[in-house]
């Protein structure tokens, strides 16, 4: 239906339409330092937003979907190109691919079930249910945020599944510029250079929550 150039180009679209949201929605997790009042205030205030963000979140869903299934079939292109799926897990990795770009099929996955989980988890929860105690006093989502992060499995679960969004975005970033005819030998290297470093910023700005529920507030209780 579409070609392959097409397909990449489609895949660049919603992998920066992503990463917009990963931006945004990184930018209000960190309102957390700011204790439960500021925390809460933030998410009410977003709440205040609905019906309105109904139609954010769905056209959010869509480019996720869209993003996933246009990359998978770019994927089996690529296999069906080198013969076969048999042949493709047998061959050695091709010259200078890197190691984000050899783990995007796992990375990817990961993510796909880590947001599952992350909206089963945080989304569709009771923010005023037991998850939401601290020392017998409820604290709306900042408690189930902190609750979660308290659990050392489940901070290593969030860290795991950040360090793969890290490896995906250190790939497509700098995809994402190929795509659109960003392939200079002089601008090129800084373009990769860029994207590992905001790779790198993404993964340690978002760890740095579980860690600090874990290490700091954790010596608080």
């Known amino acids: 239906m579409f070609s392959s150039i097409a397909k990449k180009q489609i895949v660049a679209v ?8 990963i931006i945004a929605h990184l930018a209000g997790n960190l309102f957390i330092y700011g204790g439960p009042d500021v925390f809460n205030a933030y998410a009410e205030e977003l709440a205040h937003f609905r019906p309105a963000l109904y139609v954010v979140e769905y056209a959010l869903l869509a480019v996720f ?4 299934w246009v990359t998978a079939l770019l994927v089996l292109e690529n296999i069906k190109a080198r013969g076969g799926l048999r042949r493709y897990a047998v061959d050695k990795p091709v010259g200078n691919r890197s190691l984000a770009t050899r783990l995007m099929p796992y990375s990817g996955t990961y ?12 989304t569709f929860i009771d923010h005023d249910g037991p998850r939401s105690y601290i020392a017998g006093k409820s604290y709306g989502l900042y408690g189930v945020v902190v609750n979660s992060f308290a659990d050392p499995a489940h901070s290593f679960l969030y860290i795991v599944a950040m360090c793969f969004l890290g490896l995906h975005l250190a790939h497509g970033a700098q995809s994402c510029a190929q795509t659109f005819g960003f392939n200079h030998p002089k ?16 993964v340690i700005a978002y760890s740095s929550i579980p860690l600090y529920v874990l290490f700091i507030m954790g010596t608080r209780t």
Not at 14 to 21: P, Q, S, V, Y
Not at 111 to 122: A, E
Not at 187 to 202: G, Q
């Open 65 to 68: 979907i869209i993003h996933i």
């Open 187 to 202: 601008y090129t290297p800084a373009i990769k250079k860029f994207s590992r470093y905001f790779a790198v910023l993404i």
């Open 14 to 21: 919603t992998g920066l339409a992503l990463i917009g949201f």
């Open 111 to 122: 993510i796909l079930l880590f947001v599952l989980w992350h909206l089963l988890d945080f």
